[in-house]
């Protein structure tokens, strides 16, 4: 709105001072001033019907130089402006077909008035300003069209990050709390179970609930100020700290044999190797029948880190998908990995592949 006033006093003021050099013409009256008045109001709205607003507007400008015996102005500012808009608002196709035919109409309508035929530069300078105008707003269209998809795929990438982290955070979460609470299960049972015949035997199983219960706690706390503040700030996991996944296994009566190392892995493939682990040690404590050993093996081959497990708890099953496994396979799909968990012969195998280099996908 502020912009058709400013453009319409431009015009009123250039067009009253060009009338000053222009004697053998009708000094603008207070219907050459209504005229003009009429050309420019319909811009207000020109976002709103931007072929309608073009139409009206080139048609009185026209009539305004060609019929009113006005003086001439920038009067064509105004037409130029609708046909600008109406480029940027439905495309250069129908602007162009809106300002082609709106010249051959006032052609006619001149030739069928009396006008006589012209072939000078004043009908090719009608082609050059569609053309120009038109062509302006085409560049601008799909200037402002570039801008809003690059935006788009900005705020639609942000949102698929902030979607995998809090993915990543939830399963951080789960893994931390099913393992402890795992754990103390298990040691709460064996507490209850020896506090009045073996009570050396319960205190050791209380210091080990302790023990299970600060460390989740501290990686609770470290996970859930992620969320707080927005900062990467949680821990980072690694194989390095396997060994407190063995005594948390061994603590339960497992017993746990290693075989080869992991050495060393990139940090993506060495966190999600950590937390495969440490689901895996879980699901043994949790769900298998009566199991007493648990073996795990590390190895590369052809690119990849392979980690397996294998318990001989009883009469193995085919797993039903839970949090835990579907966390598993979503961590090494997303490095370009894979995870398979499946019962073998004397008990229950997972088994995860790991790409050895970091960005394969």
């Known amino acids: 709105m502020v912009s058709t006033l400013f453009v319409t006093l431009f015009v009123l003021g250039a067009t009253t001072g060009a009338s000053r050099w222009q004697p053998d013409v009708h000094r603008l009256d207070v219907f050459g001033y209504l005229w003009l008045l009429a050309a420019a109001l319909p811009l207000m709205v020109r976002r709103r019907f931007p072929l309608t607003v073009f139409l009206v507007v080139a048609a009185l400008t026209w009539a305004y130089y060609w019929i ?52 000078d530069a004043r009908a090719g300078l009608f082609v050059v300003w569609i053309v120009a105008v038109v062509g302006i707003g085409t560049a601008v269209r ?41 754990m ?16 050396e035997q319960a205190k050791e199983a209380l210091l080990n609930i302790k023990e299970a219960s ?14 707080r503040s927005g900062e990467d700030r949680a821990p980072a996991p690694s194989l390095r700290q396997m060994s407190e996944l063995f005594e948390h296994a061994r603590a339960t009566g497992l017993v746990v044999r290693v075989e080869g190392s992991p050495g ?32 795990v093996r590390f190895d590369r081959r052809e690119g990849f880190f392979e980690l397996v497990v294998t318990d001989d708890g ?45 960005g394969d996908s």
Do not use: C, W
């Open 68 to 119: 009113s015996g006005y003086p001439g102005g920038p009067a064509v500012f105004l037409p130029t402006i609708a046909l600008f808009t109406l480029t940027q608002r439905q495309g250069p196709v129908r602007a162009g077909i809106a300002g082609g035919s709106l010249m051959l109409v006032g052609f006619v309508v001149y030739l069928a008035t009396g006008g006589e035929i012209f072939l």
């Open 264 to 295: 060393e892995l990139p940090a993506p493939t060495d966190g999600a190797a950590y937390r495969i682990l440490q689901e895996s040690l879980t699901n043994v404590v949790r769900h298998a029948n009566q199991p007493k050993n648990v073996q």
């Open 142 to 182: 799909n200037q402002v069209t570039a801008v809003r998809a690059s935006r788009e795929r900005a705020v639609e990438h942000q949102g698929r990050m902030a979607e995998q982290e809090r993915l990543r955070i939830a399963r951080d979460v789960h893994d931390v709390v099913a393992h402890s609470l795992a």
């Open 214 to 227: 600060a460390s989740a706690l501290k990686d609770l706390r470290a996970t859930l100020a992620v969320l």
């Open 184 to 199: 103390i299960n298990v040691q709460a049972g064996v507490a209850a179970h020896v506090a009045d015949r073996r009570p």
């Open 314 to 358: 009883m009469g193995a099953a085919e797993p039903k998908l839970g949090n835990g496994l579907r966390g598993m396979g979503e961590r090494a799909a997303a490095l370009g990995g894979k995870v398979l968990a499946r019962p073998v012969e004397g008990g229950f195998e997972v088994r995860a592949e790991l790409p050895l280099q970091e």
